[in-house]
């Protein structure tokens, strides 16, 4: 049974930085596409960065140069690394993963199967 486990967020000041992890089980995390997803109140889920089984990464134009992610294999284990956070960047962060993910749907929210149940990032000015 595939298990995603979400932690790491909390409140920082605007500047700050914060890592996000995914513990996942259940499965090897190297073979599933991976993803980060935020969701702020009354908007839509969106993606945030995603890894693909190869370790390529996509990042999403409103976090690039700040957000980056990746994966330790050895822990089965996704991070979410956030620099110069803003206050637009709060929302519930959630980590997803799918067995295939076809590159035009990895920043899409239905194209992942498996879903955590979120951390809170609040960010103030």
């Known amino acids: 049974q595939v298990q995603l486990v979400e932690s790491g967020g909390g409140s920082v000041q605007s500047g700050g930085s914060l890592r996000l992890s995914c513990a996942a089980s259940g499965y090897t995390i190297s073979r599933y596409f991976m993803g980060w997803f935020r969701q702020a109140p009354g908007k839509e889920r969106e993606g945030v960065a995603t890894?693909?089984?190869?370790?390529?990464?996509r990042i999403a134009d409103s976090v690039t140069g700040r957000f980056t992610i990746s994966r330790e294999n050895s822990k089965n284990t996704l991070y979410l690394q956030m620099n110069s956070l803003k206050p637009e960047d709060t929302a519930m962060y959630y980590c997803a993963a799918d067995e295939a993910v076809p590159w035009f749907r990895r920043l899409v929210a239905d194209g992942y199967h498996y879903w955590g149940q979120g951390t809170q990032v609040t960010v103030s000015s």
């Open positions: 890894i693909d089984i190869n370790g390529s990464s």
